[in-house]
Structures are given as C-alpha cells and as structure tokens.
C-alpha cells in the first residue's frame, strides 16, 4: 500500500513527466546519520523534495553528536547510512582507530572547508602577507603564520590548532597547508596517536559547531572545519579565514555518504535507490547556475539541520566567500555539490587520503601502489553509482552526459597550478606522490619513538 500512494504522489507530482521508478527495496525505513554542516544538504533536499519518498523509502534523519557517535552507529547497525568524513570508511576498512568494513557509491561534494585563525594571530601574520588595493592577496600561504608560530616557540607557548577528527579531510588540509608553509604539523605512530610527534604547531580534535567558541575561549588558535563555522567566526568578529580548500586544491572531495558493507550486500536495491535520491538532490543542488541554493539556505538554517543563522549559510552557499568582514570575494565553486562529476565515487580522491595517512605516520609502513588501489577499490563503489545514474537517465531525471561512464575509476592527475604547494597529483602513482612532497613520511621511513627512521 506504501509504494504504491508513493508512485501515486511521485507520478502525478512531477509536471515534466519524468519520475521515479521504484526498485524493489529490501528495506524501506532508513534511519541516516550527519553531523551539523553545511555538506549535509544533500539529504536534506533529498528528504524535504521527495527523493527518498519517490523512491519508496521512508527516511529519518539524526543529527549526531560528533563523528565518532555518527561512525560507530553505523558500524553497529542504529543507523543504515550518514554523511561521512572521506576518510573514515578508508580508515575503518583498513582498522585505523576501529575495525569496519565501511563503503560509499556517492561522493557528496566538493571543497567547502576553509582555514580560520583568531584576530591576534592574524593581525602578527599581516605583516608577512602582501597587499594589492589595500587588501591581502589570496591565497595566503603558511610561510605568513610560519614566523609567528617561531615567535611562539621561543616564548615557551605551545601553538594549538583545531580540527574534526584525525581522518577528516580538515586535519589532511590542514596539514598540507601548514607543510606547503615549511611548518611540520607532526607525525603519528602507533604508540603515540595524538599526531603530535615533532610537531610546531599541535592539532588536535573539536567537533565543528564548537570550533569559534573554543577559538574565542583561546584554547586553539585557529582551525579548519567545514562551514558555516568560518563564516560565523566573521559575523562574531573573533576570527579570520585565511585560506579556503578550493584555494588550497581546486576541487577537492569533501564528505562521502558512507553505508556498512554488509548493510550494501543485504540491501543492494535499497542502496541503489539511496543513490538515486542523493543524485537528484545535488542535481538539484547545482542545477540553473545555483538557482535553487537560497532555498537550501533556508532549508539548512532550520534547527533539525544546521541550525545557523540563514546570513551565515548563504555567505559561503551562495557563491561568495566573506575573509575579513567586510572582504567578501566572489567564489562560484566554493561548494559544488554535482558538477564537474562531484558525485562521482573517484578511486583517486580515495588514494589521496590514503597517501595522507601515510605521510603522516597513521599507516605506520611502506605500502606498493596496488595496495592503494586495491582499497581504494574495495571502499568506493561507482558500480552502485552508476547504475543508480541509469536508472535515473533512463527515467528521464537526469542527462547522459552529465555522468563519467567510461570512467576507470581515476580522474586526470591535478595539475600544479590546481594546488598551493604546485605540486600535481596522480592517483595512480601513490608513491611516486609521497616522495614528490619535502615534508612526511616516504620510501619505507617509519616513526620510532619521536623520530623519523629509515
């Protein structure tokens, strides 16, 4: 009775004609996980507009308290999917931190991180930072904060950083910009996980809604989370974001929509169908050049969501990105959520967070490039994607070309200019990659004890 009112509402309320047809789920109530950020928007949209419902699912969504919760939820069964940082599906599925054998068909978007530091830090940094028409030029470099951290040091002060969580794209980031800025931002061993190790500046973990209150607080000194929480260190006046993550990597992933592995084997049509709706709500989402972020605005400023003041949100959703206040820059791509294949499930963008544990010391020893390969491949799913995409196309809700289908999985190498430090990217030479890159682990190097071996 269910699916059948559901293609009732889904047939007749479409006026193009075009609609949804239902798989045979396994499973029809869903329970999804995510974390209060703006790269959530993707289920929300799929949920308030339909998608889900078109699709014969009955979803509730749950903000959970932090990534941990959301991860271990997932693990054990109280959620059957959540929004996901990239790198912990990666990390459970090789027993970093925990054990699981965790999979994605669906990317949920690009960049939208950026870096804040607190308005002490960056009126010492200014200093360093050049100027054109009264305003600093972008991207700024670490090389600015590099001598204020040295000021630190020589007075005894510890430098302290913050970021979501060890596998987050955000400490990945973050590292790589301070290392693009001659700093060393610390290794991990297995003996010592607080990825400290010969650190300069000390990162460490806050959730992100509490990222500008624990600047304000002095705690930290700076951070890198996803918004609206550097924006709303700009409409608080206690900070300044000095680097997005489209500045620092042109169209980097960001978060995945990750599902258990044996949830995916047990449910492979539900997991089909899940992927069809998230595929509809980014189409959705980029669609007309933007035309419908307002409305997602509005959406993700309601409390169930991301709970911040709409002004915030659409600061950075809505093609522009706000440094100092009163300093707002136009950056279109600033979120991307479908084009230039953002939904894609890219092998490579998988291998790049591998190849970042592995600089840093959370993959303890050498691994050849098929290793990379192979986990990279067990983890990210296009095949679900894919097919999800047909059935889409063939349903006339989405166009054949907009979807990479001959696609082996690895996108063209990152071109120098793409990145701070001008240095390419090839996801299909790991290795090769680590040792281009003047500070982290390479070869067979391995940390012992607060050294480097090897």
């Not at 970093?96 to 010492?124: C, K, R």
């Not at 028409?133 to 630190?152: D, F, R, W």
Request: charged share 20%; with cysteine.
């Amino acid at each position: 009775m269910r699916k059948a009112l559901l293609l009732a509402l889904s047939t007749t309320a479409l006026s193009t004609g075009a609609f949804a047809e239902m798989l045979d789920v396994e499973k029809d109530e869903l329970k999804f996980g995510f974390i209060k950020l703006t790269d959530m928007a993707p289920l929300a949209v799929a949920y308030e507009n339909g998608y889900f419902e078109d699709e014969g699912l009955f979803v509730t969504l749950e903000a959970q308290a932090n990534w941990k919760v959301l991860l271990d939820g997932v693990i054990g069964g109280q959620l059957d999917g959540a929004h996901m940082l990239a790198g912990q599906p990666l990390a459970a599925t090789i027993g970093y931190g925990t054990e699981a054998h965790i999979v994605t068909p669906f990317s949920m978007d690009l960049n939208g991180n950026g870096i804040t530091v607190s308005n002490e830090i960056w009126e010492q940094m200014k200093e360093y930072v050049p100027e054109e028409n009264g305003k600093p030029v972008h991207p700024i470099s670490a090389e600015a904060l590099a001598p204020v951290v040295k000021k630190y040091q020589n007075e005894g002060k510890p430098f302290n950083m913050g970021m979501v969580f060890p596998v987050s794209t955000h400490n990945y980031e973050l590292r790589y910009w301070l290392a693009a800025g001659g700093l060393q931002p610390g290794y991990y061993s297995p003996q010592d996980v607080t990825g400290q190790i010969g650190a300069d500046v000390l990162l460490s973990v806050t959730p992100p809604p509490q990222m500008p209150a624990t600047m304000e607080a002095g705690t930290i000194y700076g951070y890198c989370v996803g918004e609206p929480w550097n924006q709303q260190a700009v409409f608080k006046g206690i900070g300044v974001p000095v680097i997005t993550d489209y500045e620092l990597w042109k169209n980097n992933p960001e978060k995945v929509f990750g599902m258990s592995a044996s949830f995916v084997e047990e449910n492979p049509n539900t997991a089909i169908a899940v992927t069809k709706a998230l595929i509809r709500a980014a189409i959705w989402l980029d669609e007309n050049d933007n035309a419908n972020r307002m409305e997602a605005v509005e959406l993700l400023s309601r409390p169930e969501y991301v709970g911040a003041d709409s002004e915030v949100i659409a600061n950075s959703m809505t093609g522009t990105f706000e440094y100092e206040k009163g300093d707002k820059r136009e950056v279109p791509d600033f979120n991307v959520f479908f084009r230039y294949n953002a939904t894609y499930p890219f092998y490579s963008d998988a291998v790049w967070y591998l190849t970042q544990m592995r600089r840093w010391g959370q993959i303890a020893e050498a691994k050849p490039d098929s290793w990379y390969d192979e986990i990279a491949k067990s983890v990210y799913k296009p095949e679900i994607y894919l097919e999800a995409a047909r059935h889409l196309v063939d349903e006339g809700l989405a166009n054949e070309a907009d979807f990479p289908w001959d696609s082996d999985g690895y996108k063209e190498p990152t071109p120098a200019a793409d990145v701070i430090d001008g240095i390419p990217y090839d996801g299909r030479q790991p290795n090769a990659y680590l040792e281009s890159l003047p500070i982290g682990l390479k070869g067979d190097q391995t940390v012992v004890g607060n050294e480097v071996k090897g």
